[in-house]
């Protein structure tokens, strides 16, 4: 199932009786009894449950062809349809005067340093201000991925709150070339992150699967024994020992849905303020006291989104095959956050 964000809930029309079908969920013979308010909670991404639950009383979601209450208990094979009064606008992107951190450009590709806070595709809840919008706004004619999908020039793609390098391809032949690199693992990725807790090894290697959570589909969990997701291989290394955080390095070997921030958990070291997988809160020197617990929550402030950043990328150029190497700084608010910790553990 494509995801589904806050706005579809919030769609309003006083005429009903002209809907379009966004979505369709079979249950699966394993599902267990659950409210349908929060089933859908468990499948749709930043979305409250005020929302799923408008959505549900208006009407806009049927159970079995049927309207039902927001306590109706989902049953295997329910068939969930959720229809709204406007048509899907996935294949719908809206050129936008957006600057662009343009790092490098030539006739084929271009490398983007992308700001923390912004979408890369419009998808439901970003339907403007994402790196898409501007890359159509800026240039003409980009190639397309996903089997002809409206995701012109992407290759590969960040998260909305993790910042810096993009590669970006400016023709079908450099999409091609750039692919098969991915597709190969030859592309180097460094990110810089910074985690909870002092590392037990200052470097190491987590091969573990990462796939879909069956609890939470916005999340990505970790399947170490293999048997759900698809393999995932995080080199990492520590840079900088602040005690109750670490900065290091990660490099991907492979390039999965949230691969670093699931990883990191899994070793026991989320990252700093990331609240999708628990980084959000003090997991460090909780007993420090209340002094400690105002410093923590001023960091969480200077770096409102979990602390990633897409440092350096490096591949073949896709026509001339020459090896090409960007690297970013950090931006002011993972330096910020660093600077203060360094100042905390240093007179503490």
Not at 248 to 261: A, D, P
Request: net charge negative; charged share 25%; glycine share 6%.
């Amino acid at each position: 199932m494509n995801e589904l964000e806050e706005d579809i809930f919030n769609e309003e029309d006083d005429d009903n009786a002209s809907l379009y079908e966004h979505y369709r969920i079979i249950c699966d013979k394993g599902q267990s009894l659950m409210r349908l308010d929060k089933f859908l909670m468990d499948r749709v991404p930043n979305v409250t449950r005020n929302k799923v639950q408008k959505g549900i009383d208006d009407g806009y979601v049927l159970v079995n062809d049927k309207i039902v209450k927001q306590s109706y208990q989902v049953k295997p094979f329910d068939e969930i349809v959720i229809s709204f009064p406007q048509p899907p606008r996935e294949n719908v992107i809206l050129p936008e005067d957006i600057p662009l951190d343009i790092v490098y450009e030539d006739n084929y590709l271009l490398i983007i340093n992308k700001k923390p806070g912004m979408v890369v595709h419009p998808a439901y809840g970003n339907w403007s201000g994402t790196l898409v919008n501007a890359l159509v706004y800026h240039f003409q004619n980009l190639p397309t991925s996903q089997n002809g999908e409206g995701r012109p020039g992407l290759v590969h793609r960040i998260d909305k709150d993790t910042s810096g390098l993009l590669v970006i391809a400016k023709t079908e032949l450099a999409m091609m070339g750039l692919a098969k690199q991915f597709f190969h693992h030859t592309i180097e990725r460094t990110y810089n992150a910074l985690v909870w807790g002092e590392l037990k090894e200052e470097a190491g290697t987590i091969d573990a699967h990462v796939g879909r959570s069956f609890k939470d589909r916005r999340i990505t969990d970790v399947f170490p024994d293999g048997s759900h997701g698809k393999n995932a291989i995080t080199h990492y290394k520590l840079l900088k020992d602040l005690r109750y955080v670490s900065l290091i390095q990660c490099n991907l070997e492979t390039g999965r849905t949230h691969q670093i921030r699931a990883h990191m958990k899994y070793l026991g070291h989320p990252l700093f303020n990331d609240a999708t997988y628990g980084g959000d809160k003090i997991l460090r020197g909780s007993t420090q006291g209340s002094k400690f617990n105002a410093f923590v929550e001023n960091c969480f402030k200077l770096i409102p989104r979990q602390a990633l950043h897409a440092k350096s990328l490096g591949f073949n150029h896709p026509i001339t095959n020459e090896w090409m190497q960007f690297d970013t700084e950090l931006p002011d608010d993972f330096v910020a956050v660093i600077e203060k910790w360094e100042n905390f553990v240093k007179y503490e």
